[in-house]
């Protein structure tokens, strides 16, 4: 069941509050959903649709994102207010977390027309085999380039479970990992306990470096 603050505008449903987003006609062009007990702390806003670098996030009639008010800061330098499910309008707090620059656009939204459903793979036409690389982290600088090419397989499921473990490898749990159609994580969780205490599985290590993984020289 929902119900409607006539002042505001807002739709309560469960737990979670539907928050209009207005033209400078004042017309509804879309809605944001945010926590419910964040009700009395978005209340005094009216709020508007803002795009910023193709993503769209809320922005309040004070100029500041809705993500901003209810995490109650602006990000740190070198770190951004991220949505874990990169949807900028879901600002419940249980989506939102303060991580670095890296991560947050490791968190990305798969772009359309891409030669694979998953993550971190594309299909090379020549050989119909399934590449599978992910882009560096400064920690791993010395060891790697910006981008590691992890490896070429016959299956695209098995191109996507290689990203997945070296996503964990770098990124640890803020990492987005591929799932099924069914939404469920490729790797299972006892995979994703063992690469989180142990790093990456035997076969999925590069045991051998090659050039275009080779840090640049200075």
């Known amino acids: 069941m929902k119900l409607k603050d006539l002042n505001t505008g807002?739709?309560?449903?469960?737990?979670i509050i539907k928050i209009p987003l207005r033209?400078?006609?004042?017309n509804i062009v879309d809605w944001a959903t945010a926590s419910k007990e964040d009700y009395n702390l978005l209340k005094q806003y009216t709020f508007c649709l803002s795009i910023q670098k193709n993503k769209i996030y809320a922005k309040s009639n004070k100029n500041t994102s809705m993500h901003e008010i209810v995490t109650g800061q602006k990000a740190?330098?070198?770190y951004k207010i991220d949505h874990q499910d990169g949807n900028g309008l879901n600002n419940r707090r249980e989506n939102l977390r303060i991580v670095t620059n890296g991560v947050n656009s490791h968190n990305r939204i798969k772009k359309k027309g891409?030669?694979?459903k998953y993550?971190?793979?594309?299909?090379?036409?020549?050989?119909k085999k399934w590449n599978a690389s992910i882009k560096n982290v400064k920690k791993y600088y010395h060891l790697y380039s910006k981008n590691i090419h992890i490896g070429n397989y016959m299956e695209e499921i098995e191109a996507a479970?290689?990203?997945d473990s070296w996503t964990l490898y770098?990124?640890?749990k803020h990492g987005r990992l591929n799932v099924d159609d069914n939404d469920n994580p490729l790797l299972s969780k006892k995979e994703q306990e063992y690469i989180l205490e142990n790093g990456l599985p035997k076969k999925y290590k590069r045991t051998k470096?090659?050039?275009?993984?080779?840090?640049?020289?200075?």
């Open 114 to 116: 891409c030669s694979s």
């Open 10 to 15: 807002f739709l309560f449903e469960g737990d």
């Open 23 to 26: 033209n400078s006609l004042k």
């Open 209 to 218: 470096k090659r050039k275009r993984d080779l840090p640049k020289k200075v």
């Open 76 to 78: 740190p330098k070198g």
């Open 170 to 172: 770098l990124h640890g």
């Open 119 to 127: 993550y971190g793979v594309t299909l090379i036409k020549k050989t």
């Open 161 to 163: 479970k290689a990203y």
